[in-house]
């Protein structure tokens, strides 16, 4: 303890030996830390130099730490175990990769395979569907073959009589004359085809005595009539042309009446005979009251009542345009409705019926119950009581300025020239038609004029006297093209026409309109018109319309990109199985017999006519989708297999009651070629379709070049030149199968004009809306612009892609 506390306070006696002691423990301890320090620092840096400097040398072998090749590293084992390792893993992965391709080869190959598969599958559908469709077509009409007990009936035979019938009845007098007692029906049987027999009046004396322009006129009429005959045996009737006759050499009534019973087929009583007696001016001739015409029928514009025969007789308008067309430039727009006079009348009585009669009765006798001899006199006092009330411009004039026509007892004759009244008529709304005073006298020439001038320019005739008998009045519904007023009734006159509306106004002028241009603009009119009404009585049918082929422009089809002619994308409606069968023709004339007999009224009074049969109408009656099938449950579509219903069932059957029903699309177009095509296209394997109609409006063709899509069905490209509108004064001569044209908004396109002969357009066209039709069933394969035009035009079926530009 001692020396221990001693070392520590530092004693003398061993005092040295502590102190060092403590500095050999420093010296260690630093010694230590200095090593430490060298190694720490300077052998790393000794090392990197090293490192940084070895791999420079150019003895390969003196590289320590260098990268050794492949062979030096495999002489390891272990490293040749992971080389081998790394090898095999490579050779798989390249196998694999090409496995892999493979694979995705033959997955791309059975894709395409699956496609066509697929596509297959479908066609193989269309297939099936179509031959059971065949299949089921077949056996109904095998059933329907099989079942049928009734005999087909067969046209009547037809009849052509070569002497005269004994047997044929005879009437107590030729006044109670009618069909049925005065018309030999065996020379006229149906299938006849109503041949007509002219005689050649130049070969008798009454020849020389008729007017040459009405002869003219007739004879070149003639030449142009589908049933003219020149075989007399066969003909149904025979027409004698007797006027309008020359007053200076007209041969006496006993001569003529003679010369007429000589006729060489005139047969004793002239039993199928038509005399014609054609009024060119306004004084007629009524030569034939004092000729006894046996059973022969008579047409002229003036009949007693003792001398027509209702029904066996007809009335004819005036011959007005004897060797000329009416000049359409001239006749004025339909619009304005309203014109500058409410209504016109020019005329001055000659000798009124008071004065013949020398009797004077007062209004106080028509009061009491007697009716007055003439009301002509009330007539003129109330019209000019109008016109002086200036309640509306009117324009009344009862005395000429001029000598009168001459004109028979109790009519009012026409004043000044046929120009001037035609003026004044382009002024009225309404006009006045005063009928003769004499009630004996059915309808008289002068009458037949003043309706023709008014129906000519557009002005309603408003006929006072409900007892005239106007020309074709068995089968004209004059009360939708003018007004029939009892003549007590004038002082409610002026009333009645102011009641009037615009739209029924413009629908009478134009009835009126299309009537005149029908039946009495032109002497082929007449004629035709004369024919058309015996024709109609006997209820024989017209003469099928003649087919006029368009121009064919010449196409070549192709198969359009990405179509396929049995396929049609039509989403998911079920339209019905596509046709593998040529085009299916529709039964043409299937109404040839009961449109004459059921029809009568339609055909006349309104268009295209009573002049021509038609292959279909717009007008034929169909039955309702209620309706299981027509006739027979065999050999159609029945809808729901027979027991009817609508919506997807009628959609499958599409109609179901007629047979095999097609369609025809007909698209309209100008030089849109592009736009066309696409439209084609988008028909491709539609079902029902027959095939379509490309009306080409424009001179220029399509490009040669173009490529029309295979839709499989045909595709007929016809070229017509349909022009939209025409200015007056243009010279144009239409073609010849718009000339034969009578449907009425083709007409109208041209002037309104609905004659057989167009010879230039009228004033600019107004904007005018023509019936929609209901096609027939199937269209024939045959197609003919003349059957469809009124159909593209007139009922409004088309497809516009384009119309021509008026730039």
Known sequence: MSGYTMLRNGGVGNGAQPWVLRWSSRIRLTWLSFTLFIILV???????????????????????????TGNELCEVKHVQDLCRIRESVSEELLQLEAKRQELNSEIAKLNLKIEACKKSIENAKQDLLQLKNVISQTEHSYKELMAQNQPKLSLPIRLLPDKDDATFPLPKSNRNCRLHNCFDYSRCPLTSGFPVYVYNSDDYPFGSSLDPLIKQAFE???????????????ACVYIILLGEMQEPVMPKPTELEQQLHS????????????????????????????????????????????QYRPGFDIVVSPLVHAMSEPNFLEIPPQVPVKRKYLFSFQGEKIESLRSSLQEVRSFEEEIEGNAPADYDDRIITTLK????????????????????????????????????????????????????????????????????????????????????????????????????????????????????????LLAMRRQGRFLWETYFSTSDNVFSTVLAIIRTRIQIPAAPIREEPAVEIPHRSGKAAG??????????????????????????????????????YRNWNSAPGPFHLFPYTPFDPVLPSEAKFLGSGTGFRPIGGGAGGSGKEFQAALGGNVPR?????????????????????????????????????????????????????????????????????????????????????????????QSPRLAKPSQPLEPTLCPMPTLPPAQSTECHIQPFLGHLQGWGLQTSLGSPSND
Request: aromatic share 10%.
């Open 42 to 68: 300077f052998f790393p840096l000794i090392a990197h130099y090293y490192l940084t400097t070895i791999d420079d040398a150019d003895d390969a072998g003196k590289r320590i730490f260098g990268p050794r």
């Open 220 to 234: 070149a009429t003639v030449r142009t009539n589908v049933y003219v005959t020149e075989n007399a045996n066969i």
């Open 263 to 306: 006729l060489p087929y005139w047969r004793t009583d002239g039993h199928n005979h038509l005399i014609i007696n054609l009024s060119r001016k306004s004084e007629t001739q009524n030569f034939l009251y004092n000729i006894s015409t046996g059973r022969a029928m008579v047409a002229q514009s003036t009949f007693y009542d003792a």
């Open 385 to 504: 009581a109008v016109q002086d009330s200036k309640l509306d411009f009117v324009l009344v004039e009862f005395t000429c300025k001029n000598q009168p026509k001459a004109s028979l007892p109790t009519e009012w004759a026409l004043c000044g020239e046929r120009d001037d009244r035609l003026e004044l008529l382009k002024l009225s709304t309404f006009a006045l038609i005063i009928t003769p005073g004499d009630t004996h006298l059915v309808i008289s020439a002068g009458c037949t004029m003043r309706l023709f001038e008014a129906l000519e320019v557009g002005a309603i005739p408003v006929v006072l006297g409900e007892q005239v008998q106007l020309p074709y009045n068995d089968v004209i519904r004059w009360n939708e093209a003018a007004l029939i007023i009892p003549k007590p009734r004038i002082t409610e006159v002026h009333f009645l026409l102011r009641s009037i509306s615009d739209n029924d």
């Open 563 to 600: 179509t396929d002619p049995n396929m049609a994308d039509n989403g998911d409606l079920d339209l019905g199985p596509v046709e593998t069968e040529p085009p299916y023709a529709s039964p043409k004339y299937l109404r040839n017999f009961t449109l004459t007999a059921m029809d009568i």
């Open 661 to 753: 029903e097609q369609f025809t699309v007909v698209m309209l177009t100008y030089e849109r070629e592009e736009v066309l095509m696409n439209s084609l296209e988008r028909l491709n394997g539609l079902p029902y379709l027959n095939k379509v109609v490309v009306v080409w409006n424009s001179p220029k063709l399509p490009s040669e070049d173009l490529l029309w899509p295979d839709i499989g069905v045909p595709i007929m490209a016809r070229q017509v030149l349909v022009w939209h509108h025409l200015e007056p004064g243009m010279s144009w001569t239409p073609p010849e199968w718009l000339e034969q044209s009578q449907d009425p908004c083709v007409a109208k396109m041209f002037g309104e004009s």
